[in-house]
């Protein structure tokens, strides 16, 4: 089944406790993306990537970063993640005019 | 800069009613425009896209939009809505790439039975 998969779905952390949230696609698209969605403000893109090895930053990239070392994985890292990146997360892969979503990953940072 | 504005971020309808869901936005430039739908707990999935062609465009689950180039929209509509459309509803566009897609703020649609 074609899917983006991302990890944890669900994750509460503290101020400044690095953490990762992974993101994989079996469907073999060059793109893919990170967007954060919040409450009146839609999704806001953080990071995307043409292909392997290139990423380039979204909308909203501050505090986040990401690495494209192989195809089918696009992990978000938050080095130091504060409260203000208290979130629900989508990871997406892109394919003929068509994005595809992950089911999300909703952070709360305290 | 591009923006989407959805003019509605709640519209309560009554099951078999027509729903009309409002995107407007801003660009000068040829745009792609899409419309996502996400339910409860899940991610976004889509429901129709224009990318070229005819104005009038029909989407999954009996929906259908209409771009207006002149009046810089692209409206959502069906005719007669069911409980199960209640969702809320992205509108999306980008201007001829798609590393740039820009999302509204959404539409929350209740369907009341």
């Known amino acids: 089944e074609a899917q983006v998969t991302q990890n944890p779905r669900y994750l509460i952390t503290v101020t400044g406790k690095k953490l990762t949230v992974t993101c994989s696609q079996n469907?073999?698209?060059?793109?893919m993306s990170w967007y954060r969605q919040d409450p009146g403000l839609g999704l806001r893109q953080i990071y995307y990537s043409m292909n392997v090895e290139v990423t380039d930053k979204g909308d909203v990239p501050e505090g986040y970063k990401v690495s494209r070392k192989e195809k089918r994985n696009f992990p978000l890292i938050l080095e130091s993640p504060s409260p203000n990146q208290t979130s629900l997360y989508f990871c997406a892969s892109l394919r003929g005019g068509e994005l595809f979503f992950g089911e999300g990953s909703r952070l709360t940072v305290l | 800069a591009q923006s989407v504005t959805q003019l509605d971020s709640q519209v309560p309808v009554f099951e078999e009613a027509p729903v009309e869901l409002r995107c407007n936005y801003s660009?000068?430039?040829?745009?792609?425009l899409f419309w996502y739908v996400q339910y409860p707990n899940q991610g976004l999935q889509l429901l129709l896209k224009y990318l070229s062609g005819s104005t009038l465009v029909k989407g999954i689950n009996g929906f259908e939009a209409e771009f207006n180039k002149s009046q810089t929209s692209f409206h959502l509509r069906k005719p007669s809505v069911h409980i199960s459309d209640t969702a809320e509803y992205f509108c999306a566009v980008s201007e001829g790439g798609y590393n740039k897609l820009i999302f509204g703020a959404g539409t929350r649609l209740a369907v009341h039975p």
């Open positions: 660009s000068s430039v040829s745009v792609y």
């Open positions: 469907m073999n698209h060059e793109y």
